[in-house]
């Protein structure tokens, strides 16, 4: 796994991000944002709170009007391919090639990322017993349950060995049961070295993976703080009541 060590460099800075639609809607309002190399970050709002304009923004998927973002030290557009390099994305949306096997799936994002053949396929192999997906190495993606492509969307995510890792609602839709490994999965790879930046509607799957979390609204960050800082702040017990203070009495 990733070693997180990067000499006191953030693993991501965002600085006064600002970006407009073509529709006048302004989705990115000045944010600024310092993730720690190593950190597991929560990102909470709600639909239509800038989140995935953001991760689009980092990943350059969109084009901010003005700011400037950094992924260990690398400018995000300036540096476009050494920066996406470092990162990895596990969306929201089951974006996968129903025509692909699961083994495919992985090899073939490897080679986008420029991954050697040979070592492309280590890595899957290693990946697939890490996901419990072994067994179905050579199944075609569009037969797996839903579970098990949100496994294969971690997998492939993880194939190019980034050093930073995107996580888009990674448990929507799927029952508790396999949240909570899902969960194990994803302490792993933080403990591993691996920097973690996760989206999640469930106030509780933040309050228990996260280090730190920060709130959007608007396009601003509202508040931001380690679960128990927050919690102090505003006189409560639990991260849903903070977002309900923070998110719902701003409007």
């Keep these: 796994m990733t070693d997180g060590n990067s000499n006191g460099v953030p693993a991501l800075k965002v600085d006064a991000l600002r970006k407009t639609y073509r529709d006048g809607f302004l989705a990115l309002d000045d944010v600024s944002l310092e993730i720690e190399a190593g950190k597991f ?42 920066a996406r390099r470092m990162i990895g994305v596990s969306p929201q949306e089951i ?47 569009n037969t797996l349950s839903g579970g098990m492509k949100r496994r294969v969307l971690f997998a492939r995510a993880l194939m190019h060995d980034p050093k930073l890792l995107f996580l888009d609602e990674p448990t929507a839709g799927v029952d508790i049961e ?20 996760l989206t999640t509607h469930y106030l509780e799957e933040a309050e228990e993976l996260c280090e730190e979390i920060a709130l959007i609204n608007g396009g601003s960050i509202a508040a931001q703080g380690s679960s128990r800082d927050l919690k102090e702040h505003y006189g409560v017990s639990n991260i849903e009541d903070v977002y309900l203070k923070v998110i719902h009495d701003a409007r």
């Design 41 to 82: 970050f929560g990102l909470l709002g709600p639909n239509g709170a800038g989140k995935t304009t953001l991760i689009n923004s980092v990943v350059s998927l969109a084009r901010p009007d003005s700011g400037k973002v950094e992924v260990f030290g690398r400018d995000a557009h300036k540096e476009y391919k050494e």
């Design 95 to 141: 974006n996968l090639d129903k025509f692909l096997t699961v083994s495919e799936a992985l090899t073939y994002h490897a080679g986008y990322y420029g991954v050697p053949k040979k070592k492309a396929k280590s890595r899957a192999e290693e990946l697939l017993e890490r996901f419990a997906l072994a067994d179905k190495r050579k199944s075609r993606v």
């Design 178 to 197: 396999l949240r909570r490994s899902l969960w194990q999965y994803i302490r792993e790879l933080n403990q591993g070295g691996l920097t973690i930046l």
